[in-house]
């Protein structure tokens, strides 16, 4: 895939989705400056927001963007990462707007806050693309394991209190959630 095709995808669907980007961000902003300490509040907003803008990615939402993508000369896993990365760039703005409402009132956590939500912000949402071509309960079963991966990216930083070990398994998740991801686009469009 070219540079140029994968920011054609990200440009579009960002376009498309720019009120829930807009409001993710306005929510992540509310929260920074409501609970401007500790771990939990970034990770699982940003987690949700995160989970909710990879379901924003569903085929059927915006047909025409989904017309073209299947029309354009990209195969499955190509289209894959293009769409993976939307709302992991999403979730990311709306991580950093919650950094930057901390800012105003602890400068010292936000380089580890960021860190750490980002992680888990890009494990969940990744986990749940693949709910994404699903229906019934196997949509509400990546749904869950979405959840799941972030409840666990949390416990590691919080009861483990190691943030390596956090990024260690949010980055081995991650891979496999998007080679996963990938395989099933592939597999409903082996084009």
């Not at 939990?40 to 017309?67: E, K, N, T, V, W």
């Not at 580890?112 to 969940?124: E, H, S």
Request: proline share 4%; glycine share 8%.
């Amino acid at each position: 895939m070219t540079a140029r095709a994968l920011m054609g995808v990200l440009q579009a669907r960002l376009y498309v989705q720019r009120r829930i980007v807009y409001y993710s961000c306005a929510a992540a902003f509310l929260a920074g400056l409501v609970q401007p300490a500790g771990f939990a509040a970034p990770l699982f907003l940003c987690s949700l927001l995160g989970i909710a803008m990879a379901l924003a990615q569903s085929p059927g939402l915006h047909p025409h963007l989904d017309r073209c993508e299947q029309s354009a000369p990209l195969f499955g896993r190509e289209l894959a990462r293009a769409k993976a990365l939307v709302p992991c760039v999403a979730g990311a703005l709306a991580a950093v707007v919650y950094a930057g409402a901390q800012a105003t009132h602890d400068l010292s956590a936000v380089g580890v806050t960021l860190l750490v939500a980002l992680a888990a912000l890009v494990t969940g949402t990744l986990v749940a693309l693949s709910a994404t071509i699903r229906r019934g309960f196997a949509r509400l079963l990546y749904v869950a394991l979405a959840a799941g991966a972030s409840s666990a990216a949390y416990v590691l930083v919080a009861a483990g209190r190691s943030v390596p070990a956090e990024l260690a398994f949010c980055g081995i998740v991650s891979f496999f959630a998007v080679r996963q991801y990938g395989e099933a686009l592939a597999r409903y469009d082996p084009i």
